[in-house]
């Protein structure tokens, strides 16, 4: 379309001359960082920056354009303030790079922990992850945690988010409480099943145990028996084992078909789940940092200064790298009331320049920052 | 400082230019956005906008400056991008303009549900938000919805977030699915303390009931008690009703001080949440929008399209507009695996013309977009 190209061509031009102004204006901006650092100024004036905005708008000629250009404005602001917080934070960032250095090799035959008993999901992820491997299990997920913290184990498996439900919370603030890495991540296709005991019918069941994940993935099938209770139980697997071992006819287990059959229980209805697409993503922890370049995503997790716009411009160095932001989670700090900590996985690799200045950008401009792993993304398979 | 005030008179200097470059942009831009839409052609080019990017990194001659100037031809891009798009989807600008419009008064006496029994601290939250208002009960929290819909009562009062444990993601969803606004919040602050039968001492206890929020803000103090079987219930009050019901000295509840007196337990152990600063955030909702000039926060809902970026260029819209982002959670379409919606809170007044066209922009650009309230922020009285 010849219409179109002339206009690009035109655009062209003005860039040109747009991107020699600007390099002018990082020259000036580089200055005033370095008189800043000389005088323990800090980067950031909010004063200054409101003056910038107001004198750019008394400047714009057809209004029509007075919002964008006041967001030119700031953006460019933003890019200069990050620019400068780069030369003045060099022990944020040489602390980072000392962590972006110490990755170590993937063990063999490695010692694995999982939580629940045999058939529970994360078993299957166990199977999943490796079949060249010891393991044992355990009750809760901070006892997962605390066998890595002990040495007692190479690796943890631990359930981090399904598709219908949503995150783990639970997983998300023991990961900040510990200081463990994410090595890998396994995506295990949840069916879940009703059993009871051997000659049980839908009709006989007056409870029905499970994890709570369970009940709300079959909330659509479970609606339909209003006066049968729901008991929450630490892992579906346990629930049915202790349904097995209690052989009363009245109660049943929501569970996978594996654990179900496992501890001798009879199917009542299977595929209960409300989506037929249900997965749940687990994560593999070790206690270091492990990044081989099959990797292709990254998890950090960082608490960001109260100020107007600071999760944009953190989001900012994603997109201006080309990074692709994956997921995004705020928890409590737990420090204080409605304070978050931001948990974000981004694509990227440890090795590539662009992944390691964005994290060194990161660490910078957060109060708190910890890269928490790079592993090889399990997610594509279904997309 | 003479030489800090001497560097930003030159960069005042550079921006008059700037700014002047940039309107010429600007122009054309609007003239490419014309051409587009009179050839039915979408805003976004990736290739071109490639091109752009290549095209500038060859210009820029002193190379610390390569990844500025990228940013900075990044941001001008989405910029442009924006303002092509606002011209182009009056259809969904006039749709929202609509529902902004249909704003109605608050209701005076009106009936209300919350969830839960007396002494129940949505009841708490009740007694908060209205003196003078009829009230009835539910067992759950899509009655709650239910109730509304159906024309039962006028408000309903819920539960949405607690300072320390986070999110309830049930409530998020039940938004989501039914068509309600929030009219108002309130704030509660919560003890969580142990009760027992009269005679009950800690020893005695075998079986603790409360809602799973009881048992994880009181982490701490359990821990100390392996032993104790934790038996999760709908509602703190309820389960103090039970526990008071059926008069066993082996059975606790986790409640509020209000709900044990009220059902005639004794108070075992006073404020065993783990933060002392622990407090609730309920939503009233109602069926229609309402907004008055003390109103200072505004709640959307939205689902963006799966472009790099596309989080990032939605929240430059509060960035740029200067309204704060107060909180975003992320959770499951449960349309296909591993989608999002976003649930966001900013500050703004539907009255206000900024607020408005950041609206406008937001319901623009994204796939599916919900204002779901405005109303008066009362998170301020505890930072």
Known sequence: MKELQELRNRIDEIDSKLIEIFEERMKVVSEVGRVKRENGIGTL????????????????????????????????????????NSSNCRDKIDAIDKIMDSVVEKKDKPRVVYQGVEG???????KQFSSDCSYTNVDNFRDVFEALENGECDYGILPIENSSTGAINDVYDLMREYKTYIVGEELVRIEQCLFGVQRAKIEDIKEIYSHPQGFSQSSNFLSQY???????YNNTAMAAKMVSEENNISKAAICSKAAGELYGLKCIKEGINNL??????????????????????????????????????????????G?????????????????????????????????????????????????????????????
Not at 47 to 67: C, F, N, P, Q, W
Not at 120 to 126: C, D, I
Not at 286 to 298: A, I, M, Q, R, Y
Not at 310 to 316: P, R, V
């Open 45 to 84: 004036n909010e004063k200054r920056e409101e003056a910038v905005i107001e004198r750019g708008r008394s400047l714009v000629k057809d209004k029509t354009y007075e919002e964008s250009t006041i967001s030119m404005l700031k953006s460019i602001m933003a890019i200069s303030r990050s620019h400068q």
């Open 226 to 232: 209003g006066d049968i209770r729901l008991m929450p």
């Open 276 to 321: 037929t697409d249900n997965y749940t993503r687990f994560i593999i922890v070790g206690k270091n940092l492990e990044c081989d370049n099959e990797c292709n995503k990254v998890s950090v997790i960082l608490t960001l200064p109260h100020v107007s716009g600071s999760l944009y411009e953190t989001l900012a160095h994603f997109a201006n790298n």
């Open 323 to 383: 990074l692709n932001m994956l997921k995004i989670e705020s928890r409590p700090t737990g420090d204080k009331a409605f304070e978050y900590f931001f948990y974000i996985d981004f694509t990227g690799n440890l090795d590539d320049g662009v992944t390691r200045k964005v994290i060194e950008d990161l660490a910078c401009e957060s109060i708190d920052f910890r890269l928490i792993g790079c592993y090889k993304q399990s997610c594509d398979m279904i997309k």
């Open 120 to 126: 529970a999901f994360s078993f299957e992820a166990l």
